[in-house]
């Protein structure tokens, strides 16, 4: 297993390209100028809406300002993330997340204004400029959160103060994946390693479970230095989104998440009840891996160990060769996209300490997404680029067969194709895996999505939920509330693991357990 110190180590082919975005500094800045000027015009186009000419003029640069904004957002938000802690990496985020706010201020008036219209006026937008059926189930859905859009200033308001205080996310990233020291483990070969967040998953499935003991001491040490800290943050964060909620007229922010989604609070109290009476499933999931492993107590340290004993590592290009493999099904067109994501360096693989945990894929309107990952060389890593491809390939078909306006899926969506593609590649070695072992690897890798994607998935929604119900009844997000809700959750899935999950064991899925948060549309 190859293993990396810096991003300076890692060979340009495991990296990906961003220069379709802006091949240097000088056409970023360029781009930013050409984005900031039609930003401006957009104002010159208050009270547009009495002609549907204008309106169709002023939606046309909107948009434009929209694709050119994203591509200059997504192209900061990847090098930051590449590196972390970088100054210059941080202040050209910052920058493009400031225009955002011009751009969401200098647009505030058109909701209001198009609000004001009697039906008939409406129509009549339509019938005076037929182009702007282009824009129709756009405006239309601007229709439906007639009570909820605010008047001009005060939505000018609500964007700074949005913008402003929306940083939760950055924060908890820099000190989880840069801040933090974890400490060092010494594993059997006699090597030592850096413990990180991306790495941490990985040292979790050591087979000797001394190591995988102390590396779960050791980390889950150092972020209980910060439960308290982060338990603020996440209390600031999920403040936030109430008053703003209250202030556009929301019951409460969940009802205000839901709204966007456009589900009803009773598909998700299906959702929870049907996987919560069903639980017994997951109970007997983990009473098997524990029988599986040999061990008398799965303890929480346990959890993460992979069930299927194979050894068997995958090299980058192995694994992208298996994942094609495992897809074929899905035919030859949907091939040539995968292989766009593979050829041209649409992946930054490796991992070191510095670079952001996780895996997502990040797209816009106009270019294709890319693809972080912590490549690990095991099954678990084929599966995570199997899944992020899957987005990928996913928004390919979405640009290449929607206008600018219609390329933002709904996470919910997005979710089905990603999954899809782990289904098959499970499926795939568990029919043609070179061993045995490989082919319970891949039955194994199954259970494990199942599990993840949709018991532990609903339960953090629910956590989630949970949080925000806390906040509108006057409650605080505390490190206690976490605590006692973490492991009120956990005991029921686990049953018969071992398991305390406090608030900084918490602090570690913040990205997963806001799965309603903001931009789920694009970072997946």
């Given at each position: 297993m190859q293993k990396y110190n810096s991003r300076s180590e890692v060979p340009e082919e495991f990296k990906w390209d961003l220069t379709p975005f802006f091949k240097n500094e000088e056409e970023f800045n360029s781009t930013y100028e050409e984005c900031s000027k039609l930003i401006k015009e957009l104002a010159n186009y208050v009270g547009c809406t009495k002609d549907g000419n204008k309106v169709y003029e002023f939606l046309n640069k909107q948009v434009e300002a929209m694709a050119l904004w994203e591509d200059l957002y997504v192209y900061s938000y990847l090098i930051n993330d590449q590196e972390l802690g970088i100054s210059d990496n941080i202040v050209r985020k910052n920058k493009t997340e400031k225009l955002e706010m011009e751009l969401m201020q200098n647009s505030s008036f058109f909701a209001p204004e198009l609000l004001k219209l009697s039906k008939e006026e409406y129509e009549n937008l339509f019938t005076t400029c037929s182009d702007l059926e282009e824009y129709r189930a756009d405006l239309d859905k601007t229709y439906r959160e007639k009570e909820h859009i605010l008047t001009e200033n005060e939505e000018k308001i609500v964007a700074e103060l949005t913008t402003a205080m929306n940083h939760y996310d950055d924060m908890s990233s820099n000190l989880l994946n840069s801040?933090?020291?974890?400490?060092?483990?010494?594993?059997?070969?006699?090597?030592?390693?850096?413990?990180?967040?991306?790495?941490?998953?990985?040292?979790?499935?050591?087979?000797?479970?001394?190591?995988?003991?102390?590396?779960?001491?050791?980390?889950?040490?150092?972020?209980?230095?910060?439960?308290?800290?982060?338990?603020?943050?996440?209390?600031?964060?999920?403040?936030?989104?109430?008053?703003?909620?209250?202030?556009?007229?929301?019951?409460?922010?969940?009802?205000?998440?839901?709204?966007?989604?456009?589900?009803?609070?009773?598909?998700?109290?299906?959702?929870?009840?049907?996987?919560?009476?069903?639980?017994?499933?997951?109970?007997?999931?983990?009473?098997?891996?524990?029988?599986?492993?040999?061990?008398?107590?799965?303890?929480?340290?346990?959890?993460?160990?992979?069930?299927?004993?194979?050894?068997?590592?995958y090299t980058i290009s192995e694994a992208q060769q298996l994942v094609r493999d495992a897809i074929k099904p899905l035919g030859e067109e949907y091939l040539a996209k995968y292989d766009k994501v593979i050829n041209n360096r649409y992946v930054d693989y490796c991992q070191y300490k510095g670079k952001c945990s996780g895996g997502y894929s990040f797209s816009t309107m106009r270019q294709d997404s890319r693809i972080l990952m912590s490549f690990n060389y095991n099954l678990d890593s084929v599966s995570t680029l199997a899944h992020e491809a899957g987005h990928n390939v996913h928004h390919q078909f979405v640009n290449l067969n929607n206008p600018l306006q219609y390329r933002f899926p709904s996470s919910i969506v997005a979710e089905v194709v990603s999954l899809t593609n782990e289904c098959l590649l499970s499926s795939y070695l568990a029919e043609h895996g070179e061993t045995k072992e490989e082919k319970l690897a891949g039955i194994a890798n199954i259970l494990?999505?199942?599990?993840?994607?949709?018991?532990?998935?609903?339960?953090?929604?629910?956590?989630?939920?949970?949080?925000?119900?806390?906040?509108?009844?006057?409650?605080?997000?505390?490190?206690?509330?976490?605590?006692?809700?973490?492991?009120s959750s956990l005991k029921k899935l686990y049953a018969k693991v071992l398991f305390f999950i406090t608030a900084d064991v918490f602090a570690k899925h913040n990205k997963t357990v806001l799965l309603f948060g903001d931009r789920t549309n694009t970072r997946l």
């Amino acid at each position: 297993m190859q293993k990396y110190n810096s991003r300076s180590e890692v060979p340009e082919e495991f990296k990906w390209d961003l220069t379709p975005f802006f091949k240097n500094e000088e056409e970023f800045n360029s781009t930013y100028e050409e984005c900031s000027k039609l930003i401006k015009e957009l104002a010159n186009y208050v009270g547009c809406t009495k002609d549907g000419n204008k309106v169709y003029e002023f939606l046309n640069k909107q948009v434009e300002a929209m694709a050119l904004w994203e591509d200059l957002y997504v192209y900061s938000y990847l090098i930051n993330d590449q590196e972390l802690g970088i100054s210059d990496n941080i202040v050209r985020k910052n920058k493009t997340e400031k225009l955002e706010m011009e751009l969401m201020q200098n647009s505030s008036f058109f909701a209001p204004e198009l609000l004001k219209l009697s039906k008939e006026e409406y129509e009549n937008l339509f019938t005076t400029c037929s182009d702007l059926e282009e824009y129709r189930a756009d405006l239309d859905k601007t229709y439906r959160e007639k009570e909820h859009i605010l008047t001009e200033n005060e939505e000018k308001i609500v964007a700074e103060l949005t913008t402003a205080m929306n940083h939760y996310d950055d924060m908890s990233s820099n000190l989880l994946n840069s801040q933090h020291n974890y400490g060092k483990v010494k594993l059997e070969d006699g090597s030592v390693v850096t413990i990180a967040t991306n790495n941490y998953r990985s040292l979790m499935r050591n087979k000797n479970r001394d190591i995988r003991k102390k590396v779960y001491n050791l980390f889950n040490k150092k972020l209980s230095e910060y439960s308290q800290t982060n338990a603020s943050l996440l209390n600031s964060y999920v403040s936030m989104n109430e008053a703003i909620a209250k202030i556009r007229k929301y019951k409460s922010s969940w009802d205000a998440k839901l709204f966007h989604l456009n589900l009803s609070d009773k598909v998700f109290k299906a959702l929870v009840n049907t996987t919560e009476s069903n639980y017994n499933v997951v109970n007997k999931y983990y009473d098997l891996k524990r029988r599986v492993l040999g061990l008398d107590i799965l303890n929480r340290y346990d959890v993460s160990l992979e069930m299927a004993q194979s050894d068997k590592e995958y090299t980058i290009s192995e694994a992208q060769q298996l994942v094609r493999d495992a897809i074929k099904p899905l035919g030859e067109e949907y091939l040539a996209k995968y292989d766009k994501v593979i050829n041209n360096r649409y992946v930054d693989y490796c991992q070191y300490k510095g670079k952001c945990s996780g895996g997502y894929s990040f797209s816009t309107m106009r270019q294709d997404s890319r693809i972080l990952m912590s490549f690990n060389y095991n099954l678990d890593s084929v599966s995570t680029l199997a899944h992020e491809a899957g987005h990928n390939v996913h928004h390919q078909f979405v640009n290449l067969n929607n206008p600018l306006q219609y390329r933002f899926p709904s996470s919910i969506v997005a979710e089905v194709v990603s999954l899809t593609n782990e289904c098959l590649l499970s499926s795939y070695l568990a029919e043609h895996g070179e061993t045995k072992e490989e082919k319970l690897a891949g039955i194994a890798n199954i259970l494990g999505v199942i599990t993840s994607n949709l018991f532990d998935a609903v339960r953090e929604g629910k956590l989630e939920q949970d949080m925000y119900k806390e906040v509108l009844k006057n409650g605080m997000v505390t490190k206690d509330f976490l605590d006692k809700k973490s492991k009120s959750s956990l005991k029921k899935l686990y049953a018969k693991v071992l398991f305390f999950i406090t608030a900084d064991v918490f602090a570690k899925h913040n990205k997963t357990v806001l799965l309603f948060g903001d931009r789920t549309n694009t970072r997946l």
